[in-house]
């Protein structure tokens, strides 16, 4: 079954089975959590020790840190 983040879900599907939103407010600092999501490069929310958040995306083959604030994970609904 294909697993879409809360990044691309919302322009696509009406929910996320990665919410990242949830990943990054449950993940401990200093720690990572992997994922797969198949509508986008995203592999990994990874939280340092000040509490800073990161993707981790796959780009040209390559792993890359990319800061992310936490406002930015929330599936945005657009509002009609
Ligand atoms: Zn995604």
Known sequence: ??????????K???YADIDLFRIAI???KGRSANFIC???NNR???KDEEGK????????????LVPVKIDEL???K???
């Open 74 to 76: 929330m599936a945005v």
């Open 53 to 64: 958040l990161y993707l981790a995306k796959l780009i040209d083959k390559k792993i890359r």
């Open 12 to 14: 696509c599907f009406e």
């Open 1 to 10: 079954m294909a697993e879409f983040c809360s990044q691309c879900a919302d």
């Open 38 to 40: 198949e509508g986008c």
């Open 44 to 46: 990994a929310l990874y």
């Open 26 to 28: 449950s993940l401990n």
């Open 78 to 80: 657009e509002s009609n």
